[in-house]
């Protein structure tokens, strides 16, 4: 597994921008090549936001945030993706987590927490209206 170090998140209000960084600290490069961004609320199950294939940039975004949310690397944070939300909404709250898992990211299945072994310790985002 992969250790992941979460960071960003807050409060705003709806129509703002957040970001979050993800590193992975550890593990070779290959084991996490797959990363993503998943989000949970009370009660509810972690819902796959994005998630990005690094080594070739592929990326995949969920439906209620294509549009607003963008992933990707940082060129200067090796190991490091980086999800910029914005136009945020009211639902977009929840705790975020960062995921890994080595090689391809699952093209039909990416938005499955089984999918991935290593999680980051979770940042809350929190959106008023």
């Known amino acids: 597994q992969v250790q992941l170090v979460e960071s960003g998140g807050g409060s705003v209000q709806a129509g703002g921008s957040l970001g979050l960084s993800c590193a992975a600290v550890s593990g070779s490069t290959f084991a996490s090549n797959c990363m993503a961004w998943f989000r949970q609320t009370p009660g509810k199950e972690r819902e796959g936001v994005a998630a990005?294939?690094?080594?070739?940039?592929?990326?995949?975004y969920g439906d209620s945030v294509k549009g607003r949310f963008t992933i990707s690397q940082q060129d200067n944070a090796k190991n490091t993706v980086y999800l910029q939300m914005n136009n945020l909404e009211p639902e977009d709250s929840g705790t975020y987590y960062c995921a890994a898992d080595a090689g391809r990211c699952p093209i039909v299945s990416w938005k499955r927490q089984r999918e991935y072994p290593s999680w980051g310790q979770g940042t809350q985002v929190t959106v008023s209206s």
């Open positions: 990005i294939e690094r080594d070739v940039s592929i990326t995949y």
